[in-house]
């Protein structure tokens, strides 16, 4: 039923009039009237007898006897919940979208043969051609693919899609974002032929998200490639589920019980037997865990096809880089870099920067004490937003054109981090004549401009260049590996590897970081394996995740301790904290052994509500948090 109260998190039986028999059906929605309330829910099951000994109430209203909830994706639906300490009601929620009653009366179609695909090119990968052979074979494989720079991984998340789809099978494909979709979307369109998948993502809309749905439901079109909630889609005989770059943040859902798209479909691959690809051009530790543990075979390219794709890459960033160079280190171009560029330009190559933060100057600080810049009525963190203008607090807007440091009362400023906007400003300075272009989050570019051109990009938003780019910088690279979070450095080789991957072979990639570091060595030999296996053998020294399992709890100072004291004495759970999120409220973390993660996560369900129903403050629970800072 559509009601998220934890303690009532289970099935309820109701009789079903005799006018509604045969037209109610497993998966169908209907209404019921539960308490003083109707309320919308679907049909798990139909049976002769009830095990309730009270009095059954009857179904008060068939909405559609459209059956959108299908038996495979209510038992995912349930192992998802149970996983992440959340309700039923909260993950169908996520799996099933709004009904459209208009499209539910739109003819049915039948669905359309497909092609099995050829395998060359994926020999350039070690057990790649096996493991589209094992698809063809109607075999489950469960592999993680690090794909080469350059590599067209739509093209081949479709010939993979289309080997489950030529002998009768679905496939579901889950990508980070939208102009990834758009990608794959065409790749499909192309290897597969028209009318045979579907997308799935909120930026379709209702109607048409609810259309593409239907059509999955009904057995139209038998693969499926999407967005995050794409990981529910009601495929009939599911072979294949895959997921693309799996470290992206915007995998794990913002509503509760906050599931992660790739562990839905890791539950989803064991629940239905299927096969399963984890891929990216960087590795995670949690990818690299299921290599370990053998669950997982992994597919990467030998050490030549490696030396044939990934362009040169230098660092700039130790000591005797600094030392050499023409500028002292006081430049934020090094000279390598600026060389590297314009040696790409006079090929008449574009040139991609990556810079980690978006406007001009995001953040500033007292120019002669250092201290960092707040605002004088809230103590917001102030930043500027363009050349000569007056500093502006980032949280309430308002500007301090009469600033004066709290610590030493200067009122001159200084740059703590150079954003996007102002690198661009430089750039064209640096490289007159040249056209600079922006890429961020709010105003996104598809390609790069052509022929002599030079793109500054956040991460993530970086636009492909129709043959390439000739040079890819990569500055400030300190802001990304100093940053207090767990996968610091993990996300810096996912966004560098990912950047990188739009160069030419022949090209040039700078990144401005010491050499030495483990993370940019990574880089340098395009060896995603080892970074993540070495990852996940700190982590397993120090006690983090995915080596043991997490879970945080927020809410009111004193709440989350009270909840974890209910817990369960043999669980063996470990308390990290509480530490304070403001005046109000406090986080605390418990970490448990991996096998205990299921026990963890069904004890903080039922604490959670015998919570709820004493009408005791409501506590917020992540299980598997991304950030555990």
């Excluded at 679907?42 to 009270?54: A, M, P, Q, Y």
């Excluded at 500054?456 to 207090?484: K, M, N, Q």
């Excluded at 991957?501 to 340098?524: E, H, I, S, Y």
């Excluded at 053998?537 to 209910?566: C, H, I, T, W």
């Amino acid at each position: 039923m559509d009601q998220p109260l934890p303690q009532l998190d289970r099935l309820f039986d109701y009789r079903i009039p005799e006018d509604l028999v045969g037209r109610v059906r497993p998966g169908c929605r209907v209404r019921v009237r539960f308490g003083r309330r109707k309320l919308s829910g679907h049909v798990i099951d139909l049976k002769r007898t009830s095990d309730f000994e009270g009095k059954l109430l009857w179904i008060s209203d068939l909405v559609s006897p459209e059956p959108v909830l299908t038996g495979e994706v209510a038992r995912l639906a349930r192992a998802v919940a149970d996983r992440y300490a959340g309700t039923l009601a909260d993950v169908l929620r996520l799996a099933v979208p709004e009904r459209r009653g208009r499209v539910e009366g739109e003819p049915r179609g039948e669905p359309r043969p497909v092609e099995a695909p050829a395998e060359a090119h994926w020999n350039r990968y070690i057990a790649g051609e096996a493991f589209l052979r094992a698809l063809r074979a109607r075999k489950a494989p469960k592999a993680v693919w690090n794909a080469l720079p350059g590599e067209d991984w739509p093209a081949r998340l479709a010939e993979a899609a289309a080997a489950c789809a030529a002998e009768g099978r679905g496939a579901v494909l889950v990508v980070p974002d939208q102009a990834d979709l758009d990608r794959l979307d065409a790749a499909l369109a192309a290897r597969l032929g028209p009318d045979r998948h579907v997308t799935l993502s909120a930026q379709l809309g209702p109607t048409k998200r609810y259309r593409a749905f239907l059509k999955a439901a009904r057995g139209t079109v038998r693969v499926v490639a999407g967005t995050r909630a794409a990981a529910f889609a009601p495929v009939e005989r599911l072979g294949l589920v895959a997921i693309w770059d799996d470290g992206d943040a915007s995998h794990v859902d913002r509503h509760a019980p906050y599931p992660h798209a790739r562990e839905v479909l890791l539950t989803r691959a064991g629940l239905a037997d299927s096969a399963c690809l984890v891929a990216g051009h960087a590795r995670t530790p949690q990818a690299q865990l299921l290599v370990d543990a053998e669950w997982a075979i992994p597919i990467t390219a030998s050490r030549k096809e490696i030396r044939a794709a990934v362009p040169r890459i230098v660092p700039v960033g130790d000591d005797s880089d600094v030392a050499r160079d023409p500028s002292g280190g006081t430049a934020r171009l090094p000279t390598v870099a600026w060389e590297a560029a314009k040696a790409a330009l006079d090929r008449d190559r574009p040139v991609l920067v990556q810079v980690p933060r978006r406007g001009y100057v995001p953040a500033v600080s007292c120019q002669r004490c250092r201290t960092r810049a707040v605002c004088p009525e809230c103590s917001g963190p102030l930043r500027l937003t363009g050349a000569m203008r007056a500093p502006v607090c980032g949280w309430c807007g308002a500007a301090a054109g009469d600033y004066r440091c709290r610590e030493c009362g200067s009122g001159r400023v200084r740059a703590r981090v150079i954003g996007a906007e102002r690198t661009a400003e430089e750039l064209a300075r640096a490289f007159g004549g040249v056209e600079v272009a922006e890429s961020t989050g709010p105003e996104r570019l598809d390609r790069s401009p052509p022929g002599r051109a030079v793109v500054v990009a956040t991460p993530g938003v970086e636009p492909r260049a129709p043959e390439g780019y000739g040079a890819v910088l990569l500055l400030d690279a300190w802001a990304l590996l100093t940053r207090a979070d767990l996968t610091a450095s993990e996300e810096a080789l996912r966004r560098w590897m990912n950047a990188v991957a739009l160069a030419r072979p022949d090209g040039t990639a700078v990144v401005v970081a010491d050499g030495g570091l483990a993370v940019v060595q990574a880089l340098m030999r395009w060896d995603p394996a080892w970074f993540a296996a070495r990852e996940l053998a700190e982590r397993s020294e120090l006690g983090f995740p995915p080596a043991v399992r997490m879970a945080a709890l927020s809410g009111p100072n004193g709440a989350p301790e009270k909840l974890a004291a209910d817990l369960p004495a043999d669980l063996g759970v470990e308390a990290l904290g509480p530490i304070p999120v403001d005046e109000c409220s406090e986080r605390l973390l418990l970490r448990v052994r991996r096998r205990d993660g299921p026990a963890l996560a069904g004890a903080l369900a039922r604490a959670n509500a015998e919570r709820a129903g004493a009408k005791a403050d409501p506590v917020r629970v992540q299980v598997d948090p991304r950030e555990i800072a």
